[in-house]
């Protein structure tokens, strides 16, 4: 029973809310209040086209999973495709898109890239608007993220010499998996934002330079796509958990990961709650006033017909979501060390690593609770920076490391980053923003471009130190200073 | 016997001072030494209209209280009256103005408003100059107001995670009064220079959302206007008292505070004397100067013709008033642990708060002075930050936050400052300037969405560090650092 | 014998070097290797008029005290004096005189003049390049000038509340003389170069307000026309003494200074050799390209025909004196505590304070030494901020402020530095610069209005502390952050 | 057998290259692989005449050195080497060669260099883009080179007034070398880029100021040449060692400098890896862009095509060596204590000095070995800056400083850094950029004004401590503060 618009566009209410992706008509009705991102971003879209908007940040087994067969309703008519199609190929281009597309043309070559600022630079200018703020934007006043990056630069080196070094090895096993470097491709969602084949830039980057992939819950792909996108079957990947409330729900994707052959299970505790990304929030306004449309629409002062005493923070925050924020909706806010840990040790047998440690004390509960790994990680504002973190946990209890693998990740920008996690402890770095930015810009090439700069500068910087491995880095090496080397942004 | 504008023209000495105040003529001759802010600035509208002048910064019943009924000489005739109207009516718009009204007229929607910098931006652009120039001047080099702002990005998490927070309560009590949130309005002076509703803006905000006002003594309603102004009479209000020098004016005014209904007193210690604000000194001269009006009448190096010796500081400072020095003249400098507190509880039961505490010696004393709680604020530069001074007394005595309720206002300007003070023992801190700007940009429904904005931001930051009420928000928690996050402006 | 230009004008080389001052001749020939700016700057003006530059640096006696009375020539004839005045009317305005006299006409009125950095904002517009230059530079990257200032912005108060403070004294005794406030006039070199009538101004507005003067060795007065300009002979001045390497000479200054009826001798120590100014260097460069003056006279590259091991220091400095430089040639450079402190006894019965202080240890020498009062004051570059030397001396030697009276100097901008240097026991703060702007902007009038200013910060800074005298101002009032408040200029 | 362009024109490949230097016709094809900056560089002029590639950056000797005789060609014929001229006086002047040749003509008078950053700032006017590069460019982000400058900003002094310092002496004896101030040339590769004179200028810039000169493995004179530049062969030259990881090269580059006369040799240990000096990597593209040639050639994506795992890092870094890392190459990255000290110990009895120590445990390994001296040094990124090691030796192994004469480097800007180092124990320090930049400026003229401006600075920095001798520079002067006077400029 193939549809008209007009069938369709009557379905625009929240009693009855229909939208069409690719040409095909779904009832969304029943799913609105389970949206992650809240029910007014389809709303947006009810009797309408929502194909653009879904496309970049659902992976393509989203409708799938979360709506039942029966909401399927089936091809619009022949005439309607038609339309759509005419309508798409006529729309005018934005002005960011027009901006992107120069940006894409003049962008440099992959060889001028030297550093992962470069990277990142050549990112900003052909990344979209929306992608960028979501990418770049991080809580409140971005005072940790700014900090993950500038904390590295209050350790200085003290460097040995008449070492040999002619042969100097990176490699490392990260959980019994051997990689070439020890940095890994840290979980970040969305990568389809940047680039049209996303987190499958990630995996083949992966696979070309040995190194660990952790897949987002948020992937823009389907898990399996991911997985299938592995040149080698044996290469390995880790998945990362945000445990959705829904226990039911949660056990599926556990299993669905193991089943896939993901070889560890991150789970993230630190990201509970939505951070406050208020540049990814002001993007559309920003784009509206870009693109000079109308928005005559909007509700001045929402607030002011607020009745008294009413304090629903469900409304207001569906109002500053974002891209960001609608990620986080469903996730777990009671889980428990006596409780999660074990839920997820019933379900596989796989390592189980903690990401999202914030504090010498949570490192130990971690040991104690017997997990293989931690990911010293953050996400709020004011959380102390990653490093700094690693430096305290070296410093108070240096056994932890005997105990289980003590991973970091977070403002990690130059080889010596990298060293100086290493020196501390840690058996490896995570890289996020970095990876998105590359394979934004360059795409599989980008990635494996991001791991070689990084690989020279760790090379040449343990050559520097006298290290000719990855032991050879130690504490006394790193030098806590007390003077700012760089300045803050803010 | 109405006046014509010829008969009030002849008054304009300071032997015979009349004044018109809405088209009432008034004596003020007797008045003049006695101004708060000087003889000199009503003598500039000696035998004239001083009503613009006059309505904005004090309060309705300000002549009342303060001139007896003989000097009420009574109204002007129709003439008069008209003729003012008329020139009221064909007054040109200051340039000031102007830019005011475009400003207004171009404001982002409420719901754009993200934070409480957001916030203050609007209102820089909506207030007029002068009320800019008293709302957000410091003292001196405003050194300890950038501090009290800077002085929170020292202070990091030590965030804890697994810890059930999806039902987080931000709840508690202050002096056994129940409120949403560890957040009140702390005294401001002159609200009306901002908004036409002035204080009562706050005190409606306040009531829907279910936190306590300090009104100011200075405020530019009267005490009564506010306390009607509440949509509820249970809503507590607390009076911020400035202590007359006249024992007999002082008494007077807690008397009416009490018979309000206000349900605490908050003695201001801390601003005896005015603080040296350049930036509002300087107002008027920057108003002429924008206006271009003729300044020939300004004496050149006054100095220049005084006497060898004479010192009269009286006299300088009237020259450098500005709106914030006008109000501290009548102030008692006396004061003293011994003599002012048993005088207070001699006049009143309800609770004392002191404000002004700036270091741990005087917390200390206002313990054993037996008052209720103390207010950890500032006035004066190069005072320690009101957040570093409770750092230091959490560490040196906690043992003080068992025997009085500890507070602080000063530099919060996010949830995680609020976090922050809570964390190190504070059972509330205040806000003062943020809801200035929020009701000048907003009115009502900006204090809402301030509070609204401090909700969604305290609850968060409560579940990123994994705490679920107050309580769960410890010491520990906060920790110091020696680097500088965010860079001072001078 | 009148003289014609033409005879003088032959007399124009090292060997026989005539000049023209006021229109009377002098043959300075003798006196070439003695001048302690220099030959060369001499010999620029070898057989011709040198008023203009002579004018504004040397006091009028000068000449009377450096040269033998066969020296002086006698007076030009009438046709060249004649000559003189006629060039002098014609000769046509530089561009830094008329952008000065511009500035002079749009200065501020007085009253408007706020605080110190004001008053030397103006100065900054008024003043003559080459005098900003020499008054507004220091030695080498000008950090210790710049460390100075910011080192107060490192000090906070743990002021104290509930004190009474309506009556507040601010007078104190140095060294047995009343004065009103706790600061002095610091000496300061050639004030003629900002005003006409130069240290007169200083002397004058010193005692209007009370205070003590300390007139420099360097003064563009002579030291009796500075004691005349006292309205009242029984005013107190001070005299610092630049110890002449030629011991007659020193010893005959030092017997004028007491003659003259100054009070005490302050013996500087720390400027034997003058700083490397060279902001006030380069000011000739400047003001040639500024005027695009004819500069093919310049030799390029003096070092390259200097013979191999040829290392004359004195010929460099002299290319690179600058204004400041000029002053220091003659000076002793082979002081010793116990040779110099009893010599300056034996000449004199008056207080002996010696001004340079940088450390503890020269403190305690000094105390040792039985001087009456010490200066902690500097002029090298990278040593310690004076109020950090005297912080240092508070902490570690407590019992030197009871032996001596201590000062300091250097870096005062604001009451509060003032109160924070008398918290760490200081019984008085000298201040240079900015009393050379205040005269030179405004004269008397501005010297009179700097001292006010001071006054009003200081007694309202200690009201906000809680004295009600200097005694109350005690060291636990002040806190040493380890923050920055404000930023260093470079 | 004279060649035509035509013939040398055919051996334009890897299989065969020949060039053309100086219009003779040297085969390459066997050095190819040998050459320290890496093959491609010279394929690029693959049958073409390489001269002004070649010139400024290679010692001329370099080609007899490293090519048997008979690969030496012969000339080219008449023809071609007109035709070679021809070209070369046609030739364009690129926008860079027109910017320096007027920057040449405007440069200040050398009288008008005050200090070490006006040299620096004329030098980098003159420069070519290339040699700037080369010369100002630094590892990574540059925090350490920066660092190095800031350390010693850190660092103020503790002046001592009253002791006689009129006659000051700043001679000291390094390794039995009388020398005229504890200064020397620290060894900087590649002079001739910024001068024709190049290495000759330092030569006999530090004979006129008596003062030694470390000359660099990588200069652009040949050692002899430099040897021969002396005007006196008493003067002492001294002999930085890259050691070769060829044995033999290694050990007759030794022989030499001992034939040639050189006092001591300075082993270079901590640049055994080429620094990732980005800036001038960037060079070419960016002279590429400048002058708007077609860089069509550019492969774009570089790692695109590279095979899945693999990681030649060679080729990686030949991509990206710049002027620095061209001269790396084949340095020994094996070098050991027990084994390089003694294979040198076994070739000549000179002197030996460790130059790039980088902390105390190396200097305490370096004082066993038993060297003769130590220069701390640094090369990689955030290596602890010089001073700062300095300080810590001194203030952890005092002994040290009495076993081997230790020197520094790195950041030395005023005379008041050098007194900085000699209080902490250092004998003398080295500048190595700033002479570099003041031959680029004024030749050997600048070479010695430098040395006179920071003699100049030395003595009167010595006189304000109350320094008579460097003897009396002791560590007690300097004191270490917490705050930052200056400020990164990143």
Known sequence: MPWTLLQVAKHNTSSSCWVIINKKVYDVTDFLPEHPGGSSIILKYAGK???????????????????????HLGELDAA?????????????????????????QQKPALNRVLNLQDMEDVARKVLSFRALGYYSSASDDEITHNQNILAFSRLFFSPRVLRPVSICDTSTTLLSTHTSLPIFISPAALARLGHPLGEANLTRGA?????IQIVSSDASLSYEAIADARPDPNQVLWFQLYKNKDRVKAEARVREAVKLGYKAICLTVDAIVAGNRERDIRVPWMLDDMEKLDSAHEVEGDDAVRAPGDTKMEEMSINILGTAGALSNNNDRDMTWTKTIPWLRSITKLPIVIKGIQCVADAVLAAEA????????????????????????????????????????GGVRRGTDVIK???LGAKA??????????QSAYGEAGVVRLVRILEREIVSGMQMLGARS???LIPEMVVKVDWQSRSAKL
Do not use: W
């Open 49 to 71: 086209d929502a194909t653009a908007a879904y496309e970049p940040i659902h992976p393509p087994d989203a409708l799938e999973k979360n709506l039942s067969p029966e909401k």
């Open 80 to 104: 309607a495709a038609k339309e759509l199609t005419r309508k798409a190929e006529n729309r005018e281009k934005t002005k960011d898109e027009i901006r992107v597309e120069m940006a894409q």
């Open 370 to 409: 017997g997990v293989d790994g931690i990911i010293i990680s953050n996400h709020g504002d004011y959380s102390l920076p990653s490093i700094e973190v690693l430096y305290r946990l070296r410093k108070e209890r240096p056994d932890i490391f005997e105990k289980i693998e003590v991973y970091m990740d």
């Open 470 to 472: 990855l032991n050879d």
């Open 207 to 211: 696979h070309r330079t040995n190194i």
């Open 429 to 438: 770095v995570g890289l996020g923003r970095p990876f998105l930015y590359a």
């Open 421 to 423: 996690a290493i020196c």
